[in-house]
């Protein structure tokens, strides 16, 4: 038994896919090439009691864009009135007052907009859909205006990554509590356009130390980072729950079908959730074991900071290799 | 604080299959005082109650007063309820402290 499964007898966290199908078409987007059959408003809610059963505590939708599918405020409700916290990431385009009233009303506890750059004309050639910064920033003002509680989250990338302050600024005038810098993923269109859109090693490590430096000195918005790689920065003093990556950890990936993957950027299915016994999947399924127990390859043999990084991203070294325990391609050492 | 209550910002969660083996390891006497069976998620840090621990956070509903939780311990351990009492208010008085508990 892994340390992960000694401790978690099941995930804290699905991120849970209810349809690939979005009204954008996002350069770096993981799924928008995707296509997945759909469950039934009946068996996503069989997919809520399991989760219940399982103790999972908190779902994040993400897609796809959420709130074009038909099911999402029905299964929202019935999710919270389960127990389940749930959370929600959006392009922002179909969240006005309404839409944000009724997020609320059906116990959302937070929503996460995505925003790509402060400046509009930026934000809108990265998502390919003009007037999606007015659209998203709208949705923040709706958001603070119901009191729901709003996080932003920013792919960080060649558009961004030296602008990332006025990014917190633009979070700031927009009520925002939490902003994500979330790590550039070469998945779907992101491996596609990797080459115009990803950092270099050398980029990404001096964009840490700037951005952890920022962090620290910043105490009216908490900045929050995903990337496993940070972790070989000693200025990085954060305890985290796991080392390196958190997913097939901390968290699990549902697909439109109910497929599990270990997270939304590495496409290995594990199993089904309404076909499969969830508890053989968590505890037994060979490829969560192998990215709970990474081994040192390359020029992670020897490295001093594996023991906090694990490697680095798994998905990332998964997306360029076919290998979990490859280095991750953003490690800069 | 007479009746305490669970701060509902934490969330929280037995880890079953931990508990069982904590109390499989307990029958043999082993030393299981370090070993978290309950986990709670308070602003992105978890946090760990050993079994003991977990039991009294587990009973804190806002209801059940000290006397209460102390019964209830001490009808699991089969020991006197005086034996636990002091345990059980020095415990719930450290949570409540941190803001884990509040009183009802």
Same mark, same amino acid.
């Given at each position: 038994m892994s340390e992960v499964t000694e401790m978690f007898s099941a995930p804290l966290t699905f991120n849970w896919t209810l349809s690939y199908r979005c009204n954008f078409t996002c350069d770096?987007?993981? $799924?928008?090439d995707e296509e997945c059959p759909e469950l039934i408003t009946d068996d996503l809610k069989r997919i809520v009691d399991i989760l219940v059963e399982q103790q999972v505590p908190f779902i994040n939708f993400g897609g796809g864009e959420p709130l074009i599918c038909k099911d999402l405020y029905e299964i929202a409700e019935y999710a919270s009135k389960s127990g389940l916290n749930v959370s929600m990431n959006s392009?922002?385009? &179909? &969240?006005?007052e309404a839409a944000a009233q009724r997020l609320k009303d059906v116990g959302f506890k937070s929503v996460g907009i995505s925003i790509d750059s402060f400046e509009p004309s930026l934000h809108d050639g990265f998502r390919n859909m003009p007037g999606s910064f007015e659209r998203a920033v709208h949705g923040l003002d709706a958001l603070h205006k119901v009191g729901l509680k709003s996080t932003m989250s920013s792919v960080i990338s060649r558009i961004n990554y030296q602008a990332f302050r006025e990014l917190l600024d633009l979070a700031r005038d927009h009520g925002v509590g939490q902003v994500y810098l979330h790590n550039f993923k070469c998945s779907g269109r992101g491996f596609k356009n990797r080459e115009d859109l990803d950092l270099t090693p050398e980029e990404w490590q001096a964009f840490y130390l700037e951005a952890l430096a920022v962090k620290h000195q910043t105490k009216d918005l908490k900045i929050s980072f995903d990337d496993p790689v940070i972790a070989s920065l000693p200025e990085y003093q954060e305890k985290t729950m796991?080392? !390196? $990556? $958190?997913?097939?950890k901390l968290s699990l990936h549902l697909q439109p079908n109910g497929d599990i993957t270990p997270c939304g950027f590495i496409p290995v299915v594990v199993g089904n959730i309404l076909n499969d016994d969830f508890e053989s999947i968590w505890f037994d399924s060979p490829v969560l074991k192998a990215m709970r127990s990474k081994e040192a390859t390359g020029k992670c043999s020897g490295c001093a900071a594996f023991d906090d990084c694990? !490697?680095?991203c798994t998905a990332r070294a998964f997306a360029t290799t076919g290998d979990f325990n490859q280095p991750d391609p953003h490690c800069w050492k | 604080m007479n009746k305490p209550l669970r701060n509902p910002e934490i969330v929280w969660r037995v880890e079953k299959r931990r508990q069982a083996e904590v109390l499989k390891a307990l029958e043999t006497g082993e030393d299981v005082a370090d070993t978290g069976t309950v986990i709670l998620l308070l602003s992105g840090m978890m946090h760990q109650l050993n079994l003991i621990g977990g039991m009294i956070w587990e009973q804190c509903d806002g209801q059940k007063t000290l006397a209460d939780i102390a019964g209830e311990l001490a009808k699991e351990f089969s020991v006197e309820q005086a034996e636990v009492e002091s345990d059980v208010a020095e415990f719930v008085a450290d949570l409540a402290e941190r803001g884990w508990l509040i009183n009802e």
């Open positions: 770096h987007c993981y $799924s928008r392009n922002g385009w &179909l &969240l006005d796991v080392k !390196g $990556s $958190s997913c097939g694990q !490697g680095g | -």
